[in-house]
T-cell receptor
Framework: QKEVEQNSGPLSVPEGAIASLNCTYS??????FFWYRQYSGKSPELIMS????GDKEDGRFTAQLNKASQYVSLLIRDSQPSDSATYLC???????????FGGGTRLMVKP | DTEVTQTPKHLVMGMTNKKSLKCEQH?????MYWYKQKAKKPPELMFV???????INESVPSRFSPECPNSSLLNLHLHALQPEDSALYLC?????????????FGPGTRLLVL
């Protein structure tokens, strides 16, 4: 059984702070890792994808991957109230194009 | 452009009704997906179509019947649903049916079964 684990939160950070979201996965052959943002009542939208160990930056977002530790994280710098949403970690691997989602972390950014 | 469209946005149906959900993409993607999402839960994969052929069926009850008429369209036919089937139904697509490919989601159809 492939598992992707996230702290459900809520994670509360003040505006302008760094939000750190974490995800662990159980399947060692996982190859691709995605972070989606989902606002209440809306569909998931892609924030970042990462495939190799290390950091990947895109604007205020940085994804970090450590395959040895089976750990992927998302850092949001200069957090804004508009970043308040549920962040879903998703993993896929050699089983093809099946995404396994974590339960999501609810982020609240307070003005 | 990474747009996936879904109709209808909302659907209310009785347990004896037959209805269909529609999904469309014009990005030339060759893989399309149906997910079901209950409140405060992550999306759960239902079906995967690769090159217009059903490649994955995650043991979904037969009251859900997918159809892929062409490379741009994906339907989900609903019949004799139960109240517990009420959920947000999400369609997604990706360039190719490979693990490296990003899946792009449509806005979803919110289904209520009475």
């Amino acid at each position: 059984q492939k598992e992707v684990e996230q702290n459900s939160g809520p994670l509360s950070v003040p505006e302008g702070a760094i939000a750190s979201l974490n995800c662990t996965y159980s399947d060692r052959v996982s190859q691709s890792f995605f972070w989606y943002r989902q606002y209440s009542g809306k569909s998931p939208e892609l924030i970042m994808s990462i495939y190799s160990n290390g950091d990947k930056e895109d604007g205020r977002f940085t994804a970090q991957l450590n395959k040895a530790s089976q750990y992927v994280s998302l850092l949001i710098r200069d957090s804004q109230p508009s970043d308040s949403a549920t962040y879903l970690c998703a993993v896929s691997g050699n089983a093809g194009n099946m995404l396994t989602f974590g339960g999501g972390t609810r982020l609240m950014v307070k003005p | 452009d990474t747009e996936v469209t879904q109709t209808p946005k909302h659907l209310v149906m009785g347990m004896t009704n037959k209805k269909s959900l529609k999904c469309e993409q014009h990005m030339g993607h060759r893989a399309m997906y149906w997910y079901k999402q209950k409140a405060k839960k992550p999306p759960e994969l239902m079906f995967v179509y690769s090159y217009e052929k059903l490649s994955i069926n995650e043991s979904v009850p037969s009251r859900f019947s997918p159809e892929c008429p062409n490379s741009s369209l994906l339907n989900l036919h609903l019949h004799a649903l139960q109240p517990e089937d009420s959920a947000l139904y999400l369609c997604a697509s990706s360039q190719e049916p490979r693990y490296q490919e990003t899946q792009y989601f449509g806005p979803g159809t919110r289904l209520l079964v009475l």
